[in-house]
């Protein structure tokens, strides 16, 4: 079905990256469809970066950003596309086609991929640098020998020569900051995803498979309006918890044993990463429930400390020195904090780091670290605080009643202006909340 009319937003994401490039064209190619076997495709997703400045769901496409020549200023934008094509479009669906482009989708000029060759010199003529990520997609040949040709024009042109850089550095920039539109779609992932982890502590029973719950979160994501999962969903009953990326999903649950949940719905292109640990049976046994309440509790802290001027390094620093304060009451680690902070001895327990950004991508585009040091928080950035408690199966040193707990617990944050917003606070964490769901 053919949209009627494409929200503004897109166009003004490509103004807010154009304009402080104003002699820059960027090249950004659209993720192609990618075989799985013989004639099958996997399901189409749009590249976030590509998606993000044009809303365009089409494989095969390619946004040009190219500066006006008439001096007037701003940028052309222009998409090559599949053409319309009623044989095809009866076997694999509509298309926008090059009209689309224009009346949809707001390009100031739109033609058939097919004439991207002929057109990228001229193209490139129009700026004095070029934004193309190199490695990605298959398109090097065909830029890099558009490249040649406008090189070995440059002496007789007059024109600048092009050094090229990497678009995903002013698109993550942008992205990085969270408008309106993209907040209200990021809390409604959040609360899909949230009601799919409450679910999945209402309905897991000793004796099931992992992935059957992994199969009821799937359904409620989609259920609820999610188009697709935002990563592979992890799903993991006891030891296999302490595995940071199990992905077998295929093991029995245990009563006495724990099961890790880590799955987020995409809900219009955003995705929510929420992780839960709780009981196969209805309580936490005492070891479990101290590791428990260690992880929850430090995890609080980390989100107490977000507001802006606050940076991610810091809040992790201090999640790790209350988790080895922690560690060390448990008697689970021995010897001085400070030793066991600088040697990175609590590693042992907590391998991982705290944070990432989210959005788009589970792990976001955006630096972490600008001018050489860690970015301050800001109103609009959204990440995860995510501290976790594994015992290796290894780790023989670690008392057995602590043995086969992996425990991560997983919020989605904002950065408001008075400090920050938990999209995913209706996932239950609290452990007597819990328990009265297993119960
Ligand atoms: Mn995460």
């Not at 001895?345 to 959005?359: D, V």
Request: aromatic share 10%.
């Amino acid at each position: 079905m053919l949209l009627s009319q494409i929200s503004p937003f897109f166009k003004s994401r490509r103004e807010n990256l154009t304009k402080s490039h104003p002699d820059a064209v960027f090249l950004i190619p659209s993720n192609p469809d990618y075989v799985r076997n013989n004639d099958v495709h996997f399901p189409f997703r749009q590249e976030s970066g590509f998606f993000y400045l044009t809303g365009l769901e089409e494989a095969e496409s390619f946004l040009v950003l190219a500066p006006r020549r008439s001096g007037a200023g701003g940028h052309r934008t222009i998409l090559f596309v599949a053409p319309r094509d009623p044989d095809k479009e009866m076997w694999e669906g509509e298309r926008y086609g090059v009209e689309g482009a224009i009346g949809i989708f707001g390009a100031d000029e739109a033609y058939p991929i097919s004439e991207l060759d002929k057109k990228l010199p001229e193209l490139l003529a129009s700026g004095e640098r070029v934004f193309y990520r190199i490695g990605q997609m298959g398109y090097d040949q065909r830029i890099l020998a558009a490249l040649e040709s406008h090189r070995r024009s440059q002496g007789r042109s007059g024109r600048s020569l092009l050094s090229v850089e990497d678009p995903n550095a002013p698109i993550g920039e942008l992205r990085l900051f969270k408008g309106a539109e993209e907040i209200e779609i990021m809390r409604k992932s959040c609360q899909i995803s949230a009601k799919a982890h409450r679910a999945a502590m209402q309905e897991t029973r000793p004796g099931m498979k992992e992935y059957e719950i992994e199969a009821l979160v799937d359904f409620i994501f989609r259920k609820e309006g999610c188009q697709r999962l935002g990563y592979g969903s992890i799903v993991a009953g006891g030891k296999n918890a302490t595995c940071l990326h199990y992905r077998a999903n295929n093991d029995i649950l245990k009563e006495g044993e724990l099961l890790l949940i880590d799955a987020g719905g995409e809900y219009q292109y955003y995705s929510a990463d929420i992780t839960r640990t709780f009981p196969i049976g209805r309580k936490f046994t005492t070891a479990q429930a101290k590791a428990y309440d260690l992880v929850l509790r430090v995890q609080k802290e980390g989100i107490a400390m977000t507001r802006p001027g606050a940076k991610l390094p810091d809040i992790h620093k201090h999640v790790c020195e209350v988790m080895v304060d922690g560690l060390l009451s448990l008697g689970l680690l021995n010897g001085k904090a400070e030793e066991i902070i600088k040697k990175g001895e609590y590693r042992r327990f907590y391998p991982h780091n705290t944070s990432h950004w989210l959005g788009m991508d589970v792990h976001d585009a955006g630096l972490y670290i600008k001018n050489g040091e860690p970015r301050l928080l800001e109103p609009g950035m959204v990440f995860t605080i995510e501290p976790g408690f594994y015992v290796q199966p290894s780790d023989h040193q670690t008392p057995s009643e602590y043995q086969n707990i992996g425990i991560r617990i997983e919020d989605d944050i904002l950065v408001t202006s008075k400090g920050c917003e938990n999209f995913t606070q209706d996932a239950p964490k609290e452990r007597s909340e819990i328990e009265a769901l297993r119960g």
